[in-house]
C-alpha cells in the first residue's frame, strides 16, 4: 500500500493526467492522497466508498477528550480511542463510527487512499496481506 501511494504522489507532482496542477502539490507530506480532518464532529456510522477494498485508512485521535470509542458495529467492537490512538482499518468494508465522546476536545486526522486517484494513474491496488509476505520479515 505504502509503495503504490508513494507512486501515485510521484505521478502527481509530475503533473501526470492532470488538468492543470497547483504550486502546492510538491509539498504535500503523505503517501496517502486524501486527508480529513474531523473536529469536535461525531461520526455516524459509514463505509468509505472513494476506497479499494485493500486499502487501509490509518487514523488517528488527537486532542483533550479523554473518553471515545471507535464502533464497529458489525463486530460488536468498541475500541479505546484515546488521544494518540492510531487505528488502521479497511473503511471501505468495515463500517465505522465514533458516536460521542466526552472530556474536551476530540480531532481525528483521517488519512486515506483515493481509488480513483490511483485508478486514473493506472497504479495497481495492492493485494490483500498473506502470512506468506511476513513470514519473509521475521524469518522462518
Not at 476506497?51 to 487514523?59: F, I, M, P, Q, V
Not at 477528550?65 to 479497511?90: C, K, M, N, R, W
Not at 473503511?91 to 483515493?114: N, Q, T, Y
Not at 493506472?122 to 509476505?133: D, G, V, Y
Request: charge should be neutral.
Amino acid at each position: 500500500m505504502y509503495d503504490a501511494g508513494r507512486e501515485a504522489i510521484k505521478e502527481v507532482q509530475l503533473g501526470k493526467e492532470m488538468h492543470r496542477t497547483h504550486e502546492n502539490v510538491a509539498l504535500w507530506p503523505s503517501v496517502f492522497t486524501g486527508m480529513q480532518i474531523i473536529a469536535n464532529r461525531t461520526t455516524r456510522y459509514h463505509r468509505d466508498p472513494g476506497a479499494a477494498s485493500t486499502y487501509y485508512d490509518l487514523l488517528l485521535s488527537l486532542g483533550t477528550h479523554t473518553t471515545a470509542d471507535l464502533s464497529l458495529p458489525e463486530f460488536g467492537a468498541h475500541l479505546y480511542y484515546p488521544p494518540g490512538s492510531i487505528v488502521q482499518l479497511s473503511g471501505k468494508i468495515f463500517l465505522h463510527g465514533v458516536e460521542d465522546w466526552e472530556g474536551g476536545e476530540r480531532i481525528c486526522l483521517a488519512h486515506m487512499m483515493k481509488d480513483n486517484v490511483h485508478g486514473r494513474l493506472n497504479i495497481q491496488r495492492p493485494t490483500w496481506p498473506e502470512t506468506k509476505h511476513y513470514k519473509a520479515l521475521v524469518g522462518k
